[in-house]
């Protein structure tokens, strides 16, 4: 591989680099500002900005190469998303869910589904993998979805074919776990009820289905895929990233980039901003100001290599034949908790030394802290559960089961 490298490299000496995903998506972050109040007003990716981002190869981060897909490591896939929010943390969560369900999706079903799906080279994947009120029974085949309601379904605008959370059944119809569902998007209604407060261009609708049949072969279990035991479908039977520390850790890189635009957004416009009931004029020249600028950077500063510290053990972890150990993936969920934590105590605090222009809905910082805030309310990433699951193990005591 060396040697065909340099010989690449001899031949066009003076050649540029072609430009990365991750620098196709920096290009487009002033596009993704000025499109904030749209995606907003539509609570989903405006279609221009979905077709820009198609263009990038945002879509095709975690698609196999052998379907055209750039199967990008994490690292890459962190910096695009970081990218992506630094434009719209909204627009970045509906793709690194889609690109997370593409991932899964890719890694874990037979390999002639596969092949069926990607044979169009637009198709792309949502995915929730718990549902609500579901009533679903087996039959021949299969199952058959009388009724069910599955909640936040990020990025299910932009997809062709939905991941969908089921309960699968043995051979005498009993319930035997939890299992994932692929569904085309022709057999599930969008409930058009994403109104919120904060990632609202991540189009995060809630979706329904009723009387839908799925034949097993479309259906695999969520418990042996998370602790490593479900053999995959293009890598071959030797596992690569963990499939919950990667869950979680994807849902933190909208958040990043939101963080980092709340940094600059501040800094932008400090020199602008007086401060009330002080002896000084101006905001800028107050230590106050001075204090909490420190604080709050060295806060998000300090997520993002936490962050980036996970995404390099997963890195890693994935050319080795061995699963990732039980403890370094609660280790990092626990890690992706507590930097979310951190992500949203910085922007809180950049928020709190913003003066009451703050609290105007039209001003930046005030979308960037809704958006953060709603981001870590995620379950996946709640602080005290992943705090205790980790806490347990260490502590030498057994941990309920779970998915880790």
């Known amino acids: 591989m060396r040697s065909l490298r340099m010989a690449t490299v001899t031949s066009l000496p003076n050649a540029p680099a072609a430009p990365s995903v991750v620098d196709k998506v920096r290009a487009l972050v002033p596009e993704l500002r000025a499109a904030q109040a749209e995606s907003d007003r539509l609570a989903r990716p405006p279609a221009h900005i979905v077709e820009k981002l198609r263009e990038a190869g945002a879509y095709k981060l975690t698609v196999p190469a052998q379907y055209g897909g750039l199967e ?42 596969v092949d069926e799906v990607f044979a169009d080279p637009n198709a792309t994947l949502a995915g929730i993998f718990t549902g609500r009120a579901v009533k679903i029974k087996p039959v021949k085949g299969g199952i058959h979805v009388e009724k069910g309601t599955w ?8 997809a062709t074919w ?11 119809g009993n319930e035997i776990g939890p299992g994932i569902a692929l569904v085309p998007m022709s057999d599930v209604k969008l409930l058009n009820d994403w109104n919120t407060s904060g990632i609202r261009g991540s189009g995060s609708t809630n979706v329904a289905m009723e009387d839908v049949f799925i034949p097993n072969e479309r259906i695999i279990p969520l418990v042996p895929i998370a602790d490593g035991t479900y053999p ?45 009931l002080t002896p000084y004029t101006n905001a800028a020249e107050a230590p106050v100001t001075h204090l909490q600028i420190g604080e709050a950077t060295a806060k998000i500063e300090a997520a993002r290599l936490l ?3 996970g995404v390099r053990e997963m890195d890693d972890w994935s050319y080795r034949a061995e699963y990732m150990p039980i403890e370094l993936r609660a280790k990092i969920r626990r890690d992706t908790a507590f930097a979310e934590r951190l992500m949203w105590e910085g922007v809180d605090q950049l928020g709190t030394v913003s003066g009451g222009s703050f609290s105007w809905l039209s001003n930046i910082g005030n979308r960037l802290w809704q958006d953060v805030k ?18 347990r193990m260490i502590a030498g005591v057994e941990p309920p089961l779970m998915l880790i």
């Open 374 to 391: 709603v981001g870590t309310l995620h379950p996946l990433i709640s602080a005290p559960s992943n705090y205790e699951m980790y806490g």
């Open 72 to 113: 990008a490591n994490m690292k890459t896939w962190m910096d695009t998303v970081v990218e992506i929010g630094r434009g719209d943390a909204g627009v970045a969560w509906a793709v690194t869910l889609v690109t997370s369900c593409n991932w899964a999706f890719s890694s874990y079903f037979p390999k002639h589904i």
């Open 151 to 158: 909640f936040f379904n990020s990025g299910v605008y932009e």
């Open 162 to 172: 939905d991941l969908l959370g089921v309960p699968m059944f043995d051979a005498d």
């Open 307 to 309: 962050i980036e510290d």
């Open 232 to 276: 995959r479908t293009h890598m071959g039977a030797a596992p690569r990233v963990a499939f919950m520390p990667l869950m979680a850790s994807i849902l933190s890189y909208p958040l990043i980039g939101a963080s980092q635009h709340m940094v600059e957004y501040f800094l932008e416009t400090l020199p602008k901003r007086d401060i009330k």
